[in-house]
C-alpha cells in the first residue's frame, strides 16, 4: 500500500499551517537508514482499524529552528520544549493522516506522543515492508517523516 | 485497579511461557526522566480508554540473552533480530495488559511495536501523563518495563 | 516422513521465533518454509505441497483473513491446514478466520507444549 502521498500531503499543510514554513519533499528513501547522530525524534502510536506508527526525525539544529517556528520564540538548547514540540508535531502529522484514512474519526485512535533524543540511535525502518519514509527540505534544513501502518481485517 | 500488579502479571507471564530466564520484578521505579545507554528500547502505543505507551529498555547484555532465548540459539550481536525480538516482547507484553485491562472492562487498542537502539539515548514522555516503571532483573542486567499514560 | 510447514509472518524474527517452538515441542518438520504475506505465501504453494500453514494475522500487502480468504477458492491447497497465530485478534477476527477456514489459532506468548497440543494433532 502506498502512504507517501499522505504523509506528503500530511506535512505540507500542517507546516504550511501550522508553522508558516515551506517544505519540498524529496524522493521516499528506500534503503535501511544510518543512524541518528545527535538528533531527536518525535513519535506516536495509531491504533484501531490502522495499527501504526508516525514518526519524525531531524538533527538538533534543524529541530531547535523548527521549534523556533511552531512556538515562535528563539531556542538554543535541546530543551523541554524541543522535545514537547517534536511529540505535538508527530501527533498533529498523525492526526492529519488519520483524517486522509477515514473519515470516521473512531476507526484510528492515537496513542500519546513522546520523543526519543540521543546522540546516536537508530529506529527500525522496514523499507518494502509497511514503511514510508520521506525527506523534507525547507529552509531551516533537512527532516524525515516515517509512516509504518497496517490495515485490519 | 493496580497497574503495577497488571505489568508484571503480564511481562511474568511472557517469561514463563516464551523466554527460560529468571526475571524478577522489583518496586516500582517513579524517575521520570530516562536515559539509556547502549541499550534497546521496544515500544508500542496504545489507545482506548487509556491512552498511552509501553516501553521496554533492555541494555544490549539483557536484549541478547532474551533474544538468544526467544530464537534457541546463540546471538552475540545486535542486528534486526534483536530490535524485532525486542519490539516483538514488548506487543506481547502490551498483549496480555490489554486482556488484563478488559477484565477490568478497560478497553484498549494497540498500534505496532517498533524498536529503538543505541549508544546513548533518553525518552521523553508527556508532562502531563502518569507512568509506572518496574526493573526486572536478569541474570545479564535490569530490563525496565514503563506503562506512560492518561486516563481518558 | 518429509513433512512440510510454511511460516506466514511479516518479521523474519517471528518467523524465527516460531521455528525454534516447532523444534521445542519435538514437531519436526523436514522443510520449514517462510513467506512474508500472504501474496508471497500463495507463490509457495504454487510450487511447494506442504502439510500445515502457520499465519500471522496482520501483514502488510495480504493480511491472515484474506489469505485465508484466496486459498479457500483455490482447489489445489483448499485442504491445506492453517493455524492463526495472533497477540491481540479480537473474538471476532478469529470468528472470521474460523469461518474462512482455519483450523485453529495460537495466542502469543505460547509455550512449546502448546504449540504441540494444537499443531501436533493435525500433522
Known amino acids: 500500500m502506498d502512504w507517501e502521498q499522505h504523509v506528503i500531503d500530511a506535512t505540507t499543510e500542517v507546516f504550511s499551517t501550522m508553522l508558516m514554513m515551506e517544505v519540498t519533499p524529496e524522493l521516499p528513501r528506500l534503503e535501511t537508514i544510518e543512524p541518528f547522530d545527535h538528533s531527536i525524534t518525535g513519535m506516536v502510536g495509531m491504533a484501531g482499524q490502522y495499527k501504526g506508527m508516525l514518526a519524525i526525525h531531524a538533527c538538533d539544529q534543524v529541530a531547535m529552528a523548527i521549534t523556533s517556528n511552531f512556538l515562535g520564540l528563539e531556542v538554543d538548547s535541546l530543551n523541554d520544549d524541543v522535545k514537547d514540540a517534536f511529540g505535538e508535531l508527530a501527533n498533529m502529522l498523525a492526526g492529519s493522516i488519520k483524517a486522509y484514512l477515514s473519515d470516521n474519526s473512531r476507526d484510528i485512535q492515537l496513542s500519546i506522543p513522546s520523543a526519543v533524543c540521543g546522540q546516536n540511535y537508530s529506529i527500525d525502518f522496514h523499507p518494502h515492508r509497511r514503511s514510508t519514509m520521506v525527506p523534507f527540505t525547507s529552509a531551516e534544513g533537512t527532516f524525515l517523516v516515517e509512516l509504518q501502518l497496517e490495515h485490519q481485517s | ?152 | 516422513m518429509g513433512k512440510k510447514v510454511l511460516i506466514i509472518d511479516d518479521s523474519s524474527t517471528m518467523r524465527k521465533i516460531v521455528t525454534r517452538s516447532l523444534r521445542q515441542a519435538g514437531l519436526d518438520f523436514d522443510t520449514i518454509l517462510e513467506a512474508g504475506d500472504g501474496v508471497e505465501a500463495l507463490q509457495v504453494l504454487q510450487n511447494e505441497s506442504v502439510d500445515i500453514i502457520l499465519s500471522d494475522i496482520n501483514m502488510p500487502n495480504m493480511d491472515g483473513i484474506e489469505f485465508l480468504r484466496q486459498k479457500a477458492g483455490i482447489d489445489a491447497i483448499k485442504a491445506i491446514p492453517v493455524i492463526m497465530i495472533t497477540t491481540e485478534a479480537g473474538a471476532d477476527i478469529l470468528t472470521e478466520a474460523k469461518s474462512l477456514g482455519a483450523a485453529g489459532s495460537i495466542k502469543k506468548p505460547f509455550t512449546p507444549d502448546q504449540v504441540s497440543d494444537i499443531i501436533g494433532p493435525l500433522v
Request: aromatic share 4%; proline share 4%; net charge negative.
Open chain 2, 1 to 152: 485497579m493496580d497497574l503495577s500488579a497488571a505489568i508484571i502479571d503480564s511481562t511474568s507471564d511472557v517469561f514463563s511461557t516464551m523466554i527460560p530466564l529468571d526475571a524478577i520484578p522489583g518496586s516500582p521505579i517513579t524517575e521520570k526522566m530516562l536515559s539509556f545507554h547502549e541499550s534497546i528500547t521496544g515500544m508500542l502505543g496504545f489507545s482506548g480508554d487509556i491512552k498511552g505507551m509501553l516501553r521496554l529498555h533492555c541494555p544490549s547484555m539483557v536484549a541478547l540473552a532474551i533474544t538468544g532465548s526467544l530464537l534457541g540459539m546463540e546471538v552475540e550481536q545486535i542486528d534486526d533480530d534483536v530490535h524485532d525480538a525486542i519490539g516483538e516482547l514488548a506487543n506481547m507484553v502490551a498483549g496480555g495488559l490489554k486482556v488484563n485491562l478488559a477484565e477490568h472492562n478497560k478497553n484498549i487498542e494497540l498500534s505496532i511495536p517498533t524498536a529503538i537502539g543505541g549508544i546513548s539515548y533518553t525518552i521523553h514522555g508527556l508532562a502531563s501523563a502518569e507512568r509506572i516503571t518496574i526493573p526486572f532483573a536478569l541474570k545479564t542486567g535490569q530490563m525496565l518495563v514503563e506503562l506512560e499514560f492518561i486516563r481518558a
